[in-house]
């Protein structure tokens, strides 16, 4: 049920009604010494977050914390829990926002095109592009289309893939790509700093062109920062190299919050560039929804996957929108269809529109700056332990990998999680290839105060000391 506040205009017509001068009138039956007279003895003010977690201690009075909210949980990997307003839950439940599904039918469908238009508009403003589409399914598929894309603007066939892509990512681009038998992936791998090695990209972008046929050249790279180690790329200067060989710079950013900081993908000279807003705009529920950000320079829009919509006046001057591109087989012939994907995440790209319009720019900048701080406390704090070392040295937003004692990161997380800390340190990496085996990956978000980030340091200092001994 919606909540909407009587002005006091609405109480005196209320009031003239019922026949009674004032609303302390209306409550002359109340015997005096049951009214409360004076201000209630509550804590705070508090801002959303901090009562929310308020609440959950006093409810994990009576109840186990599994009970009330889980384990202390420093997952990411892709998936990063942050802060979702109250409001933005009551906004969405509107009935022509909550039912709205896609706009088949413009001239009826203008609330929902507008608010099409707006995740376009600020999808632009963060990844410093010209043009957006109405979202995609997730990150991964973006990333996989945004391959398919620049298949058919250079007509080149090898894909290189930064060992820093997620390797979720890679295997739906693997799986897009699987029926394509001339398509080719090749990994570049990372350098010792965590980021991508400028030369073993270039010579990546040479060897495919020194190929023959329909896999000569690369038709593109794709990078994504920050990547899965949670280092921060040097973008421009990559994004050189891949023009140099006549490809397009593709771009992933799972984590849309760290570009409160660093200069969007666009800005860095990149032709394409996708992301992930899960957890920026819902909550993190089993993986999903989440909802694929895709954006691309003005000169291959024709090219881009999905629906697109615009701006435009009717025949009396009055602004509407319509779907000015709309590159699929239900709108047009098969055969010119960009992509099959039938469904933009409507509700979902709703809900990143309206989050981003509640932080605005400072408010972004300022949520993207305490992510940053507390994982460097964190980072700084977990690297002194004994036994633990940074995989990296490199620079980090909100997540970052450390080497762990024993070498076996899994250990760590069954042992943090199963016993009286009762809290899941972050992802083992192992769990995608044997290399990784030993690092833990953690991610820290503003939801994490100091108490968490010592919490987790104790914990992971104790397994440490027990290795030892």
Sequence with gaps: MRYIPHTETDIARMLEVIGVASVEELFRAIPTRDRCSEALALPGPYDETRLLGLLRDLAGANHSAAECGGPLSFLGAGAYRHAVPAVLDQIIQRAEFLTAYTPYQAEISQGTLQSVFEFQTMVCALMG??????????????????????QRITRRSTFLLSEGLHPEYRETCETFLSGMPEARLVEVPLGADGRTDPAALQQALDEAAAAEGKRAGAACALIQSPNVFGVVEDLAPLAARIHDAGALAVAAVPEPVSLGLLEPPGACGFDIAVGEGLGYAVPVSFGGPGVGLFATVDKHKRQMPGRLVGETVD????????????????????????SNICTNQGLIALCFTIQSALLGKTGFRRLAELNFHKAQYARQAIAALPGFALRYEAPVFNEFAVRVPGGDAAAVVDALAEGPEHLVPGVAMGRWREAWKDTLLINVTELHGRPDLDRLTRALGAFGAGQEA
């Design 129 to 150: 592009l010209e043009v957006a589409n109405a979202s995609m399914y997730d990150g991964a598929t973006a990333s996989a289309e945004a391959l398919l894309m620049a």
């Design 315 to 338: 025949q009396d001057g009055v602004r509407g929108f319509v779907l000015t591109l709309a590159t699929r087989e239900q709108h047009i012939r098969r055969e010119k269809a960009t």
